[in-house]
């Protein structure tokens, strides 16, 4: 028998789970026959159905080739779907189990609350992007079925839920529905009154300031999403995740640490100006591997990550939109503490959670107020990072699409001022220029927005190439007082310090930047080598050149830690590295543009780059 899936991608396989190269538009129309109650459909009915925008004759000539390939299908298998007639076609059910019958199957009610569960999760017809109205309107119909069924599986296994499983199942289920409709009130309340769900009688939204406006579901905030610039709705609310906890090393308690974080979330849903991302959609982004593109995707505006230790769960709130850490702490977790700690710190959280949200709404509905303004800031900030001139310069052909389409948005004049600094460092040939460049694009970014941290830190690092170092270190300090987890501004600071001929504490600032961003950029671990390599820790140095992906922009001072332990050999090897990148590299010239606050750090840079070969 062959088996036809709908949810998720829309395959057909044989008994041995091989796929089957059946038309795209035959799976849809098998899958639409099995949703009737005939199982049957006249040709034209057919027709209408896969092509409801063309002229009659061309429906009628699409399907007939359509039916053409059927047919050969048919004929190396041995076992056709549908039985075609003159003037009707029929699936045959006897040949083909679909996924859609685990909707109605007769188990146990726990059993099949899971069962359908397991199915949604998936998005029927998830793979199919709707090529005509009668089909959008069919999936967009049966989707509400399938949330009616698993609705009416959720209240009926109820009563028969025991375990921990068994309410994680049940809150797993109503989060889902709570998602995809805000308004379902005895939803809200069944979560609320679920055991361990760590709520406060009465509703939370009380402790919010503001109207209480509805959320969105997901679909509909797309839709918003994607407004001309200038029509932006009041009611967009900013949407939350949170990721399940990533364990660091084998350590114990990632099930327990897991449940606190699905019970935070339960709590939130009682909020009425945020919209929650249910757990399992948290849990697909968490695996992602490009998990930014699909952040973006889902209009997502914060993101609550967390990383389990040893030494206990770190969370961590980031603003999306600008990458800032707002807010971090870390927890314990030993198993003495939990149970009494548990409702505390998911009531901590919450409250944290939305004190933050407020503090940044304002600053949050600014960037969405023009979608293609921020679509092109997210494809700068895609590129930005990698230190290579064609990147720098791609991303900044985009922040400047980003301005075209709204002039007052402070992100993108902060990260334009990012490229040009970024460009004085990598073609590392004193372009004062670029410098001024940087310069004028933070200042706008502060007028726009005094409050943002990215402004004041493109203008102290801007500062420091221009040589001012005080004012370098008094931009930054202000940048980390005004956003005291934002790694980027930290690991800025830092590199402002060493600078200042302060590496000791520059060293100790991008350690901390590491620990917040832990699959950090390239740009922290240069810095912390050059940190390291005033400290005269010159293996260390290397060791943190040695960490970055592309280790093009550290070559110099791999070269120059090397020289200073006496190991020429690699010393030789980075410094051919770095001529073949820049071959009109001029020490001296360098050192007369590098701003350092005391004499001794040139002296020192100076030997070990002669020393390299340079």
């Known amino acids: 028998m062959l088996y036809l899936q709908t949810f998720g991608d829309l395959r057909l396989t044989d008994a041995n789970g091989n796929s089957i190269r059946y038309p795209a538009k035959g799976l849809v129309m098998v899958a639409y026959l099995f949703t009737r109650k005939t199982r049957e459909l006249s040709r034209h009915e057919v027709a209408e159905f896969l092509w409801t925008e063309a002229e009659t004759e061309l429906s009628g000539l699409n399907l007939r080739k359509l039916i053409s390939r059927i047919r050969q299908i048919d004929e190396s298998t041995n076992e056709p779907l549908l039985h075609i007639a003159a003037s009707s076609i029929r699936l045959r059910t006897e040949a083909v189990a679909v996924d859609l019958e685990a909707l109605d199957s007769a188990k146990p009610p726990l059993e099949q609350l899971r069962a359908i569960s397991g199915l949604l999760q998936r998005d029927f017809m998830g793979s199919v992007k709707p090529a005509t109205r009668s089909i959008d309107s069919w999936i967009t119909g049966e989707r509400r079925n399938h949330r009616l069924k698993l609705r009416e599986a959720l209240f009926g296994a109820l009563p028969h839920a025991q375990s921990n499983d068994d309410h994680r199942a049940i809150s797993g289920a109503g989060l889902y529905l709570l998602e995809k409709d805000p308004d379902d009130e005895e939803i809200r309340e069944m979560l609320r009154r679920l055991p361990g769900a760590n709520l406060a009688d009465g509703d939370r939204s009380e402790r919010v300031s503001g109207p209480k406006i509805h959320a969105l579901p997901l679909s509909e905030q797309d839709r918003l999403v994607r407004l001309e610039p200038g029509k932006s709705s009041p009611s967009v609310l900013p949407r939350v995740v949170l990721l399940p906890p990533i364990p660091q090393g084998h350590v114990p308690g990632l099930a327990i640490a897991n449940a606190l974080i699905e019970d935070v979330t339960i709590e939130l849903c009682a909020l009425r100006n945020i919209s929650i991302v249910a757990p399992h959609t948290a849990e697909q982004i968490r695996r992602d591997s490009d998990k930014a593109q699909v952040v973006a995707r889902h209009s997502i505006s914060y993101l609550l990550e967390t990383r389990l230790s040893a030494e206990g769960l770190y969370a961590q709130l980031i603003y999306f939109p600008t990458d800032e850490v707002i807010w971090a702490t870390r927890f314990t977790m030993t198993s003495d503490a939990l149970p009494t700690q548990r409702r505390l710190i998911a009531q901590r959280l919450t409250s944290s959670l939305v004190q933050e949200l407020a503090k940044n709404e304002q600053a949050r509905l600014n960037i969405e107020a023009d979608p293609q303004a921020y679509h092109s800031y997210l494809v700068g900030a895609s590129l930005v990072g990698k230190l290579t001139l064609p990147h720098i310069r791609r991303a900044r052909t985009a922040f400047k699409e980003a301005l075209r389409h709204n002039p007052n948005f402070s992100p993108a004049f902060a990260a334009l001022a990012r490229t040009y600094t970024s460009e004085w ?178 002296d020192l840079y100076r030997e070990g780059l002669l020393k390299a070969g340079f």
Request: charged letters at 25%.
């Open 425 to 602: 460092l990598v073609t590392a040939q004193g372009n004062e220029e670029l410098l001024r460049l940087a310069e004028t694009n933070a200042v706008k970014a502060i007028e726009g927005d005094s409050e943002f941290a990215g402004g004041h830190r493109e203008l102290g690092v801007a500062k420091l190439y221009l040589g001012d170092v005080d004012h370098s270190v008094s931009a930054l300090s202000l940048a980390e007082e005004l956003s005291p987890h934002f790694a980027d501004v930290i690991y800025s600071h830092a590199d402002t310090l060493v600078h200042a001929s302060r590496p000791g504490e520059a060293l100790s600032k991008i350690t901390r930047a590491i620990s917040l961003n832990p699959i950090s950029p390239d740009a922290y671990f240069w810095c912390a080598a050059g940190a390291s390599y005033f400290l005269e820790q010159y293996e260390d140095a290397i060791g943190y050149v040695e960490l970055m992906k592309d280790k093009a922009p550290a070559h110099r001072i791999a070269a120059a830690s090397c020289a200073m332990m006496g190991d020429r050999k690699r010393a030789q090897f980075y410094r051919q590295r770095a001529a073949t990148l820049n071959p009109v590299f001029d020490v001296e010239k360098w050192l007369s543009v590098v701003p350092f606050k005391e004499q001794w750090q040139k």
